[in-house]
C-alpha cells in the first residue's frame, strides 16, 4: 500500500470536481470570466493531477496517448471547420453571423464562439497533457525522498 | 494612512510580497524552492490581476503560472540536479549590467503611461470602445472579454490555437509521448536501422544513475 493515502484519498475527492469546475468555466466563459484556453489548462491539471498521484501509467490508461494525439489536432480543425463553414455559408472567414443571419438576438455569434471555444478546449487539453507525458515519461519514478 | 484607499493598500502589499519572493528566487539554490516560490509568484500575480480588475487574465495567470508551469518545471527539475551550482560573481556582472539598463529604462517609461483606468488612454479609445459598444449591439455577450477574443479577434484566437497546437506537436517530435526517444527501429531498403539510444542501452543506463 503507497504510503500517501491522505493525498490519494483528497486528490480523488478533488479531480472530478476540479474536471467539473473546468466545463464550468468553459460552458460559462460567455457570461463570465472564463473560456477555452483556461477550461483547457484546468482540465489538464486534473489530469496531471490524478498522474501524479496514482502514477504515469494508470493516467495513460485512463487517458492514452492516442487520444491525446487525435485531441490536439481535432481542437484546430473543429476551430479552422468553424470558418470553412462560414464561408461555405456565404460569408467571410470566422464571420458567425451567417449560422444564423435572421437571429435578432445574435444566436449565430454564440454558436461561432462556443463552437470554436470547443476547438481552443481541445487543443489546450490535449496540448498540456501531451507536454506533461511526454516530459513525465522522461523522468524516473519519485522516489519518497522527492516527496 | 486613513486616506488611502483599501484596494491601493492591497496592491502595494501584493507588491511588495512579489518583490520579496523574487528577491528569495534569486537568492536560493535549491531547485525544488525556485520552482514552488515561482509558483507563489504566479499566484500573487493573479491576485493582483483580480485587483486590478482584469479577471479573465487572472484566471489565466493562476492556472497556467501556478498550475501547469509549476508542474513542468518540476518535471523538468526532475531530469537535471536538484540543486543549482553557484555561479562566479565575475560572470555575473553583465547580466547585473544589462538588468540595470533595463530597470532604469523602465522607470523612465513610467512617466509616460497613462493613469490606471484613464478612459482616453490608448488601450481602452479608438477600437476599444468600439468593441464595448459593438458587444451590445451585434454579439449581446455579458462578457465582452470573450466577444472580442473569439469573435471580434477571431483569427488572432485561431493564431494562438495553432501556436499551443504546434508547441505540443514539437514536444511530441523531441521526445515522444512515451518517452521512447531514440528507441524508434526502422528498416529502409532493408537494412535494420535503430535509434542510438536502443543500441547501447547499457552504457545509457550507466549515465543516468
Same mark, same amino acid.
Given at each position: 500500500?503507497? $504510503?500517501? &493515502?491522505?493525498?490519494? &484519498? &483528497?486528490?480523488?475527492?478533488?479531480? $472530478?470536481?476540479?474536471?467539473? @469546475? ?8 460567455? @457570461? ?30 485512463? &487517458? $492514452?496517448?492516442?487520444? *491525446? ?29 451567417? @449560422?444564423? $443571419? ?17 476547438? *481552443? ?7 498540456? *497533457? ?18 | ?19 520579496? +519572493?523574487?528577491?528569495?528566487?534569486? #537568492?536560493? #539554490? ?19 490581476? =483580480? ?5 479573465? +487574465?487572472?484566471?489565466? /495567470? ?5 498550475? !501547469?508551469?509549476? =508542474? ?8 537535471? /540536479? #536538484? ?17 540595470? !539598463? ?29 468593441? !464595448? ?14 466577444? =472580442?477574443?473569439?469573435?471580434? %479577434? ?5 493564431? /494562438? ?9 514539437? !514536444? ?12 524508434? %527501429? ?10 542510438? %539510444? ?12
Amino acid at each position: 500500500m503507497s $504510503p500517501h &493515502v491522505i493525498l490519494r &484519498v &483528497v486528490s480523488k475527492l478533488l479531480i $472530478p470536481l476540479i474536471a467539473l @469546475f473546468a466545463l464550468y468555466v468553459q460552458f460559462h466563459g460567455d @457570461f463570465g470570466p472564463g473560456g477555452g484556453f483556461q477550461a483547457g489548462v484546468i482540465f489538464a491539471s486534473s489530469i496531471i493531477l490524478y498522474a501524479l498521484i496514482f502514477g504515469l501509467d494508470e493516467a495513460k490508461r485512463a &487517458v $492514452p496517448p492516442s487520444w *491525446v494525439r487525435i485531441g490536439m489536432t481535432l481542437g484546430v480543425l473543429i476551430y479552422g471547420g468553424t470558418g470553412v463553414a462560414t464561408w461555405m455559408l456565404g460569408g467571410e472567414f470566422l464571420n458567425y453571423t451567417y @449560422f444564423a $443571419p435572421q437571429s435578432t438576438h445574435a444566436a449565430g455569434q454564440h454558436w461561432g464562439i462556443f463552437a470554436v471555444e470547443l476547438g *481552443v478546449l481541445c487543443t489546450v487539453t490535449s496540448a498540456m *497533457v501531451a507536454i506533461f507525458y511526454a516530459f513525465g515519461s522522461r523522468a524516473p519514478e519519485l522516489t519518497d525522498e522527492d516527496w | 494612512m486613513s486616506n488611502i484607499p483599501p484596494t491601493l493598500m492591497l496592491d502595494m502589499g501584493l507588491m511588495a510580497m512579489l518583490l520579496v +519572493v523574487a528577491f528569495a528566487v534569486v #537568492r536560493l #539554490r535549491s531547485l525544488f524552492a525556485i520552482v514552488m516560490l515561482q509558483g507563489v509568484y504566479s499566484l500573487l500575480s493573479a491576485a493582483w490581476f =483580480v485587483s486590478l480588475d482584469a479577471v479573465d +487574465v487572472a484566471f489565466t /495567470e493562476a492556472a497556467v503560472g501556478a498550475g !501547469i508551469s509549476t =508542474v513542468l518545471m518540476l518535471g523538468a527539475m526532475l531530469l537535471t /540536479e #536538484r540543486e543549482a551550482k553557484p555561479v562566479a560573481m565575475q560572470k555575473q556582472l553583465g547580466s547585473l549590467f544589462i538588468v540595470t !539598463i533595463t530597470g532604469l529604462a523602465l522607470f523612465y517609461a513610467i512617466g509616460d503611461m497613462p493613469a490606471f483606468g484613464d478612459a482616453h488612454s490608448a488601450a481602452n479609445a479608438y477600437v476599444g470602445s468600439d468593441y !464595448i459598444a459593438a458587444t451590445k449591439n451585434n454579439i449581446i455577450l455579458p462578457n465582452v472579454v470573450t466577444a =472580442v477574443l473569439a469573435s471580434f %479577434r477571431g483569427y488572432d484566437t485561431f493564431g /494562438e490555437v495553432v501556436v499551443i497546437y504546434m508547441a505540443g506537436l514539437g !514536444i511530441l517530435l523531441l521526445l515522444g509521448l512515451n518517452g521512447n526517444a531514440g528507441k524508434w %527501429r526502422a528498416q529502409p531498403n532493408g537494412q535494420d536501422v535503430a535509434g542510438n %539510444r536502443n543500441s547501447n542501452a547499457d552504457s545509457e543506463a550507466g549515465d543516468k544513475s
